[in-house]
Nanobody, 123 residues
């Protein structure tokens, strides 16, 4: 049906940068919001950044000024450029989208999650 494939995670030193990508594929009519979440060991999952189909953007206070979320609607892809990374940014990062799809001839809205990609910030 719909699949979200994430890439770009890895190990980076404090102050470094990484760029995450998440591509949605399948029988998608349209995508409303695309988000990045993260979950660190022993902590609750938190919303990092959100971007709507109209380009409205929201960031968590902890990443504001350091991270940039962007979107390529033609490719159904969302990106997260992460700069000035800190050890506290270490987490599994998950892509999320709310998409309209056709199921049994009916257009409906559903939520989808990526598999997650590990980001480790350490020296």
């Amino acid at each position: 049906q719909v699949q979200l494939v994430e890439s770009g995670g890895g190990l980076v030193q404090p102050g470094g940068s990484l760029r995450l990508s998440c591509a949605a594929s399948g029988s998608i009519s349209s995508i409303n919001a695309m988000d990045w979440y993260r979950q660190a060991p022993g902590k609750q999952r938190e919303l990092v950044a959100d971007i709507t189909s109209g380009g409205r953007i929201n960031y968590a206070d902890s990443v504001k000024g350091r991270f940039i979320i962007s979107r390529d609607n033609a490719k159904n892809t969302v990106y997260l450029q992460m700069n000035s990374l800190k050890p506290e940014d270490t987490a599994v990062y998950y892509c999320y989208c709310n998409a309209e799809i056709l199921r049994l001839g009916t257009l409906s809205s559903y939520n989808y999650w990526g598999q997650g990609t590990q980001v480790t910030v350490s020296s």
